[in-house]
C-alpha cells in the first residue's frame, strides 16, 4: 500500500526553502531550552559589508524576526573565524568575498549563551546579496548613518569597531 497522494504531493505543494525555514524556527526554540540548561560556550562571526556608505543587514527567519543584525553565524569546529565568514556569507547571501579585514574580537552574552565572537570587515561594490531564505528572510542595504530602529544587541559596537579600525588605517 502507497502513501496517500496528498502525501506524494507535498513536495510539490510546499516551497523546499520556506520548509526549511520553519524547521528553523521550531529548532531555534529547542536551542533556547539547551541555551538555558547548559549555557554553552560557541564561537562565531559578525560580518560588517559595506559598499560606499552603506551596510548590509539581514533579518533572519527565526528568532525576533523584526530585528535586522549583521550577517554571521557558527565558527564549525577546526574553521578559522576569516574562512567561517566567507563560508557563512557565501551560505546565506551567495556572496563570494575573499578580501576580510579582522576587526576584533569580544564576548558576548546573549540568551543564556556566551560566544565569542570574531568581527571581520569587508568592502564590496555592484553586488546585490540574495537571501538564502532559509535562514535569512531578508537583506538590504542600509546608509551608515540611518541604521533601522530595530538594530541588533550588537551592531552598534562591531560598526564603531569598524570605524576605529577604518580611522586607524588611514
Known amino acids: ?4 497522494v ?3 504531493r ?3 505543494m510546499v516551497d523546499r526553502k520556506w520548509l526549511l525555514s520553519q524547521f528553523y524556527r521550531v529548532g531555534y526554540h529547542v ?3 539547551y541555551w538555558f540548561v547548559v549555557r554553552p560556550r560557541k564561537p562565531g562571526v559578525k560580518c560588517v559589508i559595506t559598499r560606499g556608505d552603506e551596510v548590509l543587514l539581514v533579518r ?8 535586522w543584525e549583521l550577517p554571521g553565524g557558527s565558527i564549525k569546529r577546526g574553521e578559522a573565524p576569516v574562512d567561517a565568514a566567507r563560508r557563512e556569507t557565501l551560505e546565506e547571501l551567495g556572496l563570494q568575498i575573499s578580501e576580510w579585514t579582522a576587526l576584533g574580537d569580544f564576548f558576548a552574552r546573549h540568551e543564556h549563551r556566551e560566544d565569542k565572537l570574531y568581527c571581520f570587515h569587508a568592502v564590496v561594490d555592484g553586488v546585490s546579496p540574495v537571501a538564502d531564505r532559509v535562514e535569512i528572510a531578508e537583506a538590504r542595504w542600509f546608509p551608515s ?3 533601522p530602529l530595530r538594530a541588533g544587541r550588537f551592531v552598534g559596537r562591531i560598526l564603531s569597531m569598524s570605524e576605529a579600525a577604518a580611522a586607524r588605517a588611514g
Do not use: E
Request: charged letters at 15%; glycine letters at 12%.
Open 60 to 67: 533572519h527567519t527565526y528568532g525576533d524576526r523584526r530585528v
Open 6 to 8: 496528498a502525501v506524494h
Open 10 to 12: 507535498l513536495g510539490s
Open 31 to 33: 536551542a533556547r531550552v
Open 1 to 4: 500500500m502507497g502513501w496517500p
Open 145 to 147: 548613518a540611518a541604521l
